[in-house]
Every structure is written in C-alpha cells, then in structure tokens.
C-alpha cells in the first residue's frame, strides 16, 4: 500500500501542476457590467429617451438615428444610398440628390456626422457626413430628418478627413485620403510619380448662417500625404484647423508597409483665419473644376442639381504662416481638441503612446522658429518636445480616436487591444480601462467634441461581433456598447447592432432637437410644380408619348383611380400629393412592376414617380403605408392598350356619397 | 339699487364681453391613435380647432361634414348677444333694478336657448347618417355629450365650457346678483328698525 502511494506520488503531481497551469491561463477580461444597468437603460413604453445619437451607416452610405438610453433606432436617413423604401433618390423630386461630376451615384461611404455648432456647442439645426468615396458633403436638417444639400468636393480622391465643423460652423472642412492629381491638371501619369504630379486638397465649405446652404469657397492645396480625420480648434484655439496626415512617406503601393516606415507622422496645423484673410486679398487662384451642387427645397419639395464649374485655390507653400507640422507617432488616426482649446490628443494608430499637443507650445514653437525641419522646403516642422504637453504611457494598443467629458477627462479607443480607456488630460494619468466587443473605431460621447460636452453616455462604435449576437449567418452586424462615465469608473449599460457599420457618431440631448421637430408640410405651401392641392383638381394630361396624372391621397382613396388611354411606349409621370393635414399619416404609392421603387409621401408633400409600362393590360396601383382602417381599399386600376389603340384617355373615381 | 350692484352689473357685462375674443365651449376628443387630442372649438361666430381631421374621421360613419358655413347662428349670435348685453348697461346706467331683473332673465333665455340650439345640431350630426358609410354599427348614433363626457367608439367625446364660457358663466352669477341682493336687503331694513338710531327716528 505504502509503495503504491509513492509510486502514484509522480503521476499526482503532474496533476496538481497541471490543473495549476489550466487555471493560472489568464482568464478574459471581466465585463464591467452595472449593476443596474437594465434600470439604466430602461425607457418606459411611451417615454422619450435623453439622447439622440446619430451614427453614420458606413457602406450603407445613410445616417441611423438612436434613441439612447435604450439603443433603439428610430430612422434610417437616406442620405448618399437610394432607399426604394420610401422613394429617396428614386422619384423624380430626389433623384437630382445623387448626381455629381460623374453622373448618379446613387451609393457612397459615410463617414463622419457632425452636428452644426454654434459657439463651440452643438445646436442641434443640421447634421453634416461626409461621403467618402465619390467626395461629398451632404447637410441633413434636423427639423425634418430629410437630406437637405449634398455638395461634391472637387481635386481630392476620397472625402475621408471630412466635414469638420470650426466653431460657429462659419466651414465644414475636408480633405482627401487617396491625395491625386488635381482635376484641372493632367491627371494621366505613371503612379509611381506620385511625389511629383498627386497632391491633396483642403476644402473649405461656407455655410450660411441663416440656411444653411452650402458652397465651397476655396482650397488649400497641399502635400500628397494621405489625410485622415481632422478636428477645429476651439475657444483659444479658434483660428486653428488640425489634420492627421499618415503616408508622408508618399508610397503609392503596398501602403500596409511602405506607409508604416517613419517613425512619426504629422498633425498639420492650418491658421483658416490666415486662409481665409489671403482668399479676401484675392490671392485665390480660379482653377477650373466640376462638382456638382444638390439643392433639395422644402417648399417645393423637389431637389435640383447644377453642375458649378470653378474655384479658388492656394498653394500653401506660397504663403508662410499658414501651415505648420507637428510630428506625430506612426500613422495618427483621429486628432481630438479638448473641450478649452488647449490640448490637442492624436492618436497614432501604431504607436505606444498617446500624445497630447499644447496650442500654447504651438504658439510659442512658432514664436521662437523651433523647427525640426521643412516639408516642400518651405512649411515647417515643429520640434515635437517643443509643442507635447505630453505622452499618455501604456495606453492600450492601437489608439484611434479620443472624446472628452468636460469634467478633465478623456476617453480613446484602442482597436487592437478591444477596449475605451480614460485618461486625465492634465497629469496624463490613466484612471480606468473597459472592455469592447470588439475592435472599436470611433466612439462618441454626448457633445464630446464641442466646447460644453454633456457627458453622461459613451458608445463604443465596434467593426466585429463575433459571438454578441444569435448568429446571422457569414454576415454579422457590426454595433454599439452604451458605457455610463458618470462616474469615476466607467461601467457598461448595453450593447446593440446597428445598421450598415456605425463608423462614427454623434450625440446630442434631445431637447435641442425636438424644438424644432416639423410633423407635417402645410398643403398651401406646397409648391410643387405638379402639386395637386385638392381632389376635383385631380387629372390625367397627355403630351406628346408623355402622360403626367395629378394624382390625390388622402384616407382611403386615391383619386383618380381608374385610369385608362396610356399605351405602349407611353411615359408615365405620377404626380401623388398627400392631402392629409395631421401628423403621421404617411400614404405610400406603388405600381405593379415598376422598375424603380414605391413612394412614401408625407403629409402636405408631392412626390413623382416614373413609369413605363411594359406590357399591355391591367395594372393595379396602391397604397403601400397601412394608412387607415380602409388602407386595404385604397387602390386602383392603369389600364394599358397597344401602342395606336384608339383608347381614349379617361380618368375617374366614382361618386362619393359620404362626402357629397 | 345701490352703487355696489351697478358695479356688479358693470363688471358682469366686462367679463361677458370675454365671448367675443375667446373660445366659448370645446368638444375634445380622445382616442389610442389621438394620444395629442382633437379639439373643437365653439366661438360666438365661428368654430376652430381640428375641424378637417374630425371631419376626415367622420367620413368613415357617414357623419355629415362640419362646415362653419351651415351655421346661420354664427352670423346672428354676436349682434344678438351683444342686445343682450346693452340692455344690461341701460339697467346699470338709468340705475333700474326691473330692467336689471328683465336683463338677467333674457340672459338665461338667451342661454336656454343657446344650449337646446347646441343639442340640435349634436342630435342632427349624431344621427342623421349617410346609409352609404364604410363603418356601420347597428344601433350606434355619434351625438356627442351636451355637458361632460361619453364613449363613441374608439374615442372618448368630452363637451365643456372653454376660456370664454367659463368667464361668461361667472358673469352671469355676478348678473344673478341683484335679486339675492334686494331680498336681503329688505330683511335688513327691517332688522335696522330696531337699531337705536332708527328708533330715535320713529320717536
């Protein structure tokens, strides 16, 4: 027995250990789940919810608009994408939305919201996005959720660094991630002289105080790096715009190694003030270019495109003063100002550290010409000792993007180590680290860009879901962790999916939105060219092979509803004016077969939807919003003939006895 | 009568004269789709509110059309009340408490009559049905209530006095005034005969 023991004394030992290895593995990190998180998040049946967060769509190149705390998505705003949903890009009153120098393009790459500011606050009147790939700008207004202007932004390959607000949205700013060729120069060159021939573009859009309309003013044009996301300077800082710039090694090819040699990169900093000063001297040169300029107006419901030709730009390395560089470690991704304007967070995508930037250092640098060099000879390099407040030490890996709380926090991403981190701007410290699920990019505090960040709520913006969800197949959605930072630790609420792939977002209390909420457009305002203000007035008119029918809806027919005489190698127009005076009561229209979309018309609006029918017979139309008890009876009939028929064009709803 | 009831007079007249600027009665309506309300609201000449979205829900029960133009009493009633309410300043101005009392009368008559006028168009809109309506209930009219409040199908129906009938109504207790005011006084007349000083008088 006793031999027994010592012989099975080895074989116990290797157990015991190796139990002991299995559970010193290092165990995940444990989720910061609140504890009351589910009272936290709960929004009663009925109750509105604090926040409004507005999440680009990403791929799906629209804007999603969220109710936070609850996570629950209110609207989809086309906005780059047609949406047949509701006829966006689609009817005839917004298909001049998406035109642009290269004809329609009815899809893009959305980005990056920004709330108008005023004051350095969020106002809550517009929400400007970028698009990325076919470079646009587009403003949504937030009184009716609809896109308003989308301008194209010429001389510049890929919007990416785009629409950055300075701090009374006098501009929204962008600049090109693929630097090229400008458009007015001859742009058929070998790419591999790209240090020469490509060049980057800043663009500078007005925006009008009252309307908000858009036009670009001029643009700076500057070395070919690739140029990231920007930021404008605040308070002290105001006259300040500052870019990331990654690839200043200038590679044209395998960038994932030839644009990851330096050591640091640069944050470029632009006096817009100077810019601007130099523009009204009329040191602007007018280079030709086409972009186009999409107008919707609200009055006639109907959205135009021009195609402008011209504008002004600058050459920076003509004009010192007006561009510094401050080094920046390895590939910087967002730079961030503080809530006072002083400190500047970039966040170098490779590096080990995050450095934060001092204005007043800037200043000084300046001053004293405390320069490490020059880019094109004439724009300085600013020492980086000379211009760091200083460096936030092991902050995770792969710092991308910071915001801040207004209470001397601040808060980055780290993509690689999958987590939000919190830091104190003046000592540098790191005071708490969460969890991401997984690989978030942005994230979004409420106001945490602006000059007065309500703080409260944090989302987390995350590419990969893994193993978050019930499973979807190969295609998973990408989504949102809701992180409370009222407190000194940061604690998680919730996590939900999202549409598209929420890129960057912006949120704001929703108060300052719901001021100005419109719920319905007055019909004797409408000014639609093919607005039909009341039923009798319903018609049918051919011209030529083209036949427009001023068509009514209103609970629960559509007049008129019988329609005969259209032909083969007919287009038809259908002009539908929603007569309903009340909120909510949405009527949608669709025709069999129509090779384009349905229509979703708002209350007191006309949309026109275009129709060729393609075979003889009959064709029922209806309408498609479950408007009323009587919804399922609101249609009616197309009857097609051969083209020559002698079909004589008749149109008619019968006699209403209820309402005579 | 004495000066207080001439103020009284006076000051029920002013509030009265509250009808021409403000709403006098409002029917409100209710329902799970309507968490906002509808509202209708009754003037001395006119009506206002929601009138297009009640008139688009009726059609579905074949309710005849709201239209301000079918009102004939819109066109009479301001001159009508404002008869009314000079009669009353002749009282308080020629200091005559039989006209004051004839004036208080035609108030209620003017009420009274005001009031079965309101019932009748309720009653005729309630029941007078178009046979061809897409919503038929069998035994169900809509006559909304004269005072308070009644379910009609999917919507409650509140009828009550607005901004305008209520200051009105105060103006009319104030009109009532006069004849609580005499019959009082007589009792203290004769209560004042026992006063010293009266019996001094009687000596």
Not at chain 1, 97 to 111: A, E, I, K, Q
Not at chain 1, 445 to 453: A, E, H, L, T
Not at chain 1, 599 to 616: A, C, H, N, Q, V
Not at chain 2, 116 to 125: A, L, P, Q, V
Request: aromatic share 10%.
């Amino acid at each position: 027995m006793k031999i027994s023991i010592i012989k099975l004394l080895p074989l116990a030992i290797i157990l015991l250990s190796s139990l002991a290895i299995y559970s010193c593995k290092p165990g995940k990190v444990g989720s910061k789940l609140d504890a009351d998180a589910a009272q936290k998040v709960y929004v009663a049946p009925g109750k509105y919810d604090e926040v409004y967060a507005f999440l680009s769509g990403g791929f799906s190149g629209q804007v999603a608009a969220y109710g936070i705390p609850s996570g629950r998505l209110l609207k989809v705003i086309p906005v780059f994408s047609q949406n047949p949903e509701n006829g966006y890009g689609y009817s005839e009153e917004t298909k001049p939305m998406l035109n642009t120098s290269h004809g329609f393009v009815p899809w893009d790459d959305s980005h990056h919201p920004e709330l108008s500011k005023t004051n350095g606050e969020d106002d809550g009147r517009w929400l400007f996005i970028n698009g990325n790939n076919t470079p646009r700008i587009a403003r949504i207004n937030l009184a009716t959720f609809k896109t308003d202007e989308i301008i194209e932004l010429p001389n510049i390959g890929g919007n990416h660094a785009s629409p950055f607000c300075t701090e009374n949205t006098e501009y929204v700013v962008g600049n090109t991630r693929f630097s090229e060729p400008l458009d007015f120069e001859k742009g058929d060159v070998p790419i591999n002289s790209y240090k020469k021939t490509f060049k980057g573009a800043v663009s500078f859009v007005k925006v009008d105080k009252g309307t908000g309309s858009m036009n670009l003013s001029f643009q700076l044009i500057v070395p070919p790096f690739n140029y990231d996301l920007a930021h404008a300077g605040k308070g002290v800082s105001h006259d300040w715009l500052f870019f990331t710039c990654y690839n200043t090694e200038e590679a044209n090819t395998l960038l994932e190694v030839n644009a990851s040699q330096r050591d640091k990169d640069f944050i470029m900093a632009i006096n817009w003030k100077k810019a601007e000063e130099l523009i009204r001297q009329g040191k602007g040169v007018k280079t030709p270019v086409k972009y186009a300029h999409n107008v919707y107006n609200e009055k006639t419901h109907t959205a135009s495109s021009q195609i402008e030709s011209g504008t002004l730009t600058l050459d920076v390395t003509k004009y010192p003063g007006l561009v510094y560089y401050m080094p920046c470690p390895k590939s910087p991704h967002g730079v961030d100002v503080a809530p006072d304007g002083e400190y500047i967070a970039a966040s170098g995508k490779l590096a080990a550290v995050i450095p934060v930037f001092s204005y007043k250092k800037m200043l000084t640098a300046i001053d004293k010409k405390d320069y490490d060099g020059m880019i094109d000879g004439t724009l300085p390099v600013l020492k980086y000792e000379s211009v760091l407040h200083g460096e936030v030490k092991q902050p995770g890996l792969g710092p991308l993007h910071t915001e801040f709380d207004g209470k001397g926090y601040a808060y980055t991403t780290m993509f690689v180590s999958s987590e939000v981190v919190k830091w104190k701007i003046d000592n540098l410290q790191i005071i708490d680290r969460i969890p991401s699920y997984y690989s978030p990019g942005h994230l979004s505090i409420v106001g945490g860009d602006s000059k007065k960040p309500y703080g409260k709520y944090l989302l987390s913006l995350n590419k990969i879901t893994k193993d978050r969800y019930l499973p979807t197949g190969p295609e998973l959605p990408q989504a949102c962790q809701l992180i409370d930072i009222s407190g000194e630790k940061m604690k998680l609420l919730l996590d939900f999916p999202t549409i598209g792939e929420p890129h960057y977002g912006q949120m704001i209390p929703a108060d300052k939105i719901l001021k100005n909420q419109v719920k319905f457009f007055k019909i004797e305002d409408n000014k639609n060219a093919y607005v039909t203000r009341a039923e009798k007035d319903s018609k049918v008119v051919r011209t030529g092979n083209r036949v427009d029918v001023y068509m009514t809806a209103i609970r629960s027919h559509l007049a008129p509803d019988n329609i005969e005489g259209i032909k083969m190698g007919d287009e038809v127009y259908v002009h539908v004016t929603n007569l309903e005076q009340d909120w909510d009561v949405p009527h949608g229209f669709a025709i069999k077969g129509a090779n384009n979309a349905e229509l979703l018309i708002m209350p007191g609006e006309t949309s026109s939807l275009k129709w060729t029918p393609d075979r003889s017979g009959i064709f029922p139309f209806y309408c498609t919003d479950f408007c009323s008890a009587l919804h399922q009876e609101m249609q009616g009939y197309f009857r097609v003939s051969p083209a020559g028929a002698d079909t004589p064009l008749k149109f008619s709803i019968g006699v209403n006895p209820v309402t005579q | 009568m004495k000066p207080v009831l001439r103020i009284l007079i006076g000051t029920s007249i002013v509030l009265m004269l509250g009808a021409y600027v403000l709403p006098l009665w409002h029917i409100l309506l209710d329902a799970p789709q309507y968490p906002e309300g509808l509202e209708l609201k009754i003037w001395l000449n006119g009506l206002s509110g929601n009138i297009d979205q009640i008139n688009g829900l009726n059609h579905y029960i074949g309710m005849k059309h709201i239209s301000i133009a079918d009102f004939r009493e819109f066109k009479i009633l301001p001159y009508a009340f404002g008869m009314v309410l000079l009669l009353g300043a002749v009282a308080a101005v020629i200091n005559s408490r039989k006209l004051a009392i004839t004036w208080f009368l035609s108030l209620c008559l003017f009420g009274i009559a005001g009031f079965t006028d309101f019932y009748i168009w309720e009653y005729n809109y309630g029941h007078h049905l178009n046979p061809h309506a897409a919503i038929k209930v069998e035994g169900m009219y809509y006559q909304p209530p004269l005072f308070g409040y009644k379910q009609l199908l999917n919507f409650t129906a509140g009828s009550l006095p607005d901004t305008g009938g209520i200051i009105v109504g105060i103006g009319g207790v104030l009109a009532a005034l006069p004849l609580i005011k005499r019959k009082k006084s007589k009792i203290n007349n004769e209560k004042n005969l026992h006063t010293p000083d009266d019996r001094r008088l009687a000596v």
